[in-house]
Nanobody, 121 residues
Framework: QVQLVESGGGLVQPGGSLRLSCAAS????????MGWYRQVPGKERELVAT???????NYADSVKGRFTISRDNAKNTEYLQMNSLKPEDAAVYYC???????????????WGQGTLVTVSS
């Protein structure tokens, strides 16, 4: 069974920073594209940022200049550095892998279970 596990969520004051991590289970050989998405109750899940295995990145306009996505291909781990956090950034943040390869198969996409980010004073 393949898994992506997020960590690093929590409570932060407006203007503060958090760093999220997403680690892949050991049976995952490689992941083509990794991304972060977020969702608040009553709204659709939305893209935050993506990064390819080659390092190409894409960001939602709402986080450009404040968030930075990165990854360690050797560890199949991705990160999201979130700075200058705003109350509207509060959400459950999900990690997603596209093109997730094990020694036996390729999964089109795999989602993590989510980590809660709360931005409040």
């Amino acid at each position: 069974q393949v898994q992506l596990v997020e960590s690093g969520g929590g409570l932060v004051q407006p203007g503060g920073s958090l760093r999220l991590s997403c680690a892949a289970s050991e049976n995952i050989f490689s992941i083509d594209v990794m991304g972060w998405y977020r969702q608040v109750p009553g709204k659709e899940r939305e893209l935050v940022a993506t990064i390819t295995s080659g390092g190409s990145t894409n960001y939602a306009d709402s986080v450009k200049g404040r968030f930075t996505i990165s990854r360690d291909n050797a560890k199949n781990t991705e990160y999201l550095q979130m700075n200058s956090l705003k109350p509207e950034d509060a959400a459950v943040y999900y990690c997603k892998g596209v093109g997730v390869r094990t020694s036996r198969t390729v999964y089109l996409e795999v989602w993590g279970q989510g980590t809660l980010v709360t931005v409040s004073s």
